[in-house]
């Protein structure tokens, strides 16, 4: 087992939870939670999923900078759980800072405190005195990379910021009517289109007599795709309160977890109305 240690701060709440061992400096994305002041882990694991969305799309590896890990909780009366956790390099730190919510101060400073540790990182890993013309010419071109990168980043991730202050509510969930609505499709379309990419499916429950059009129709619900990515992104919830299905079966209503809204409809090659194409 790695272990890690704690290293010297320089009075930074940021600094007083790094950690340092054979692997380089890191940050425990459980410690980083309530210092950039999130107090649910669910709606910091979003900001996350969008910093590894956009270390992806800048060209890097997520996977390399964010490791997913465990680590145990004290819940109470000297007992302990297990719970998710990443390890998060420098710059995921940074980015999971970028993409949190812009109105809270703790992400201001978080921000300005991993930027300036980078750059003063930097400068004391070489002696100025020792530089040839050439290696200052590769630290420019490193510097302007690394800039460019984290740029593309914060481009790629302003989309996802805007949806998820828009759309993402407490509730967690929408009916698939209302997921279609927000890029301008129907009910009707919005099946159709998770049908046809193999998201989803039909199950068939029978047929019933149609007072309204005098015939029988068939009845059906819709499951989301098992072994899938997006199988995660569906809840399916029974529905007690409402009318039982012919057969006394309850009825089952698929929701989307609004969460991964915006992941749905990229998979399904759609924009949300209003956003920039």
Known sequence: MTADVAVATDGSPFDAIRREDEQGEWWSARDLQPMLDYTEWRKFEDAIERAQ???????????????????????????????????????????????????????????????????????????????????????????EEELSAVTAALKSAEPAIAYHDRYVIESDVVVV???????????????????????????????????????????????ARAGRESFAWFDLRPQHNAPRHHNGQVRQTLYVRQGFALDLGRKCDLVPTGSAS
């Open 53 to 143: 969305a956009a270390c992806n799309n800048s060209g890097l590896n997520a996977p390399d900078h964010f490791v997913g890990a465990a680590k145990m909780v004290d819940i109470g009366s000297g007992a302990t759980r297990r719970v998710i956790d990443y390890r998060l390099t420098r710059f995921a730190a940074y980015l999971v800072a970028m993409n949190g919510d812009p109105r809270k101060q703790a992400i201001a400073d978080a921000q300005t405190y991993f930027a300036t540790k980078t750059r003063q990182a930097e400068a004391l890993m070489v002696n100025p005195k020792e530089l040839s013309r050439s290696d200052l010419a590769r630290m420019v071109l490193a510097a």
């Open 177 to 223: 009517k209302v997921w279609a609505a927000q890029f301008g499709l129907t009910e009707q379309q919005g099946y159709a289109l998770l049908k046809e990419k193999g998201i989803v499916y039909r199950i068939s429950l029978g047929a019933r007599w149609s007072n309204s059009k005098g015939r029988k129709e068939e009845v059906f619900e819709y499951r």
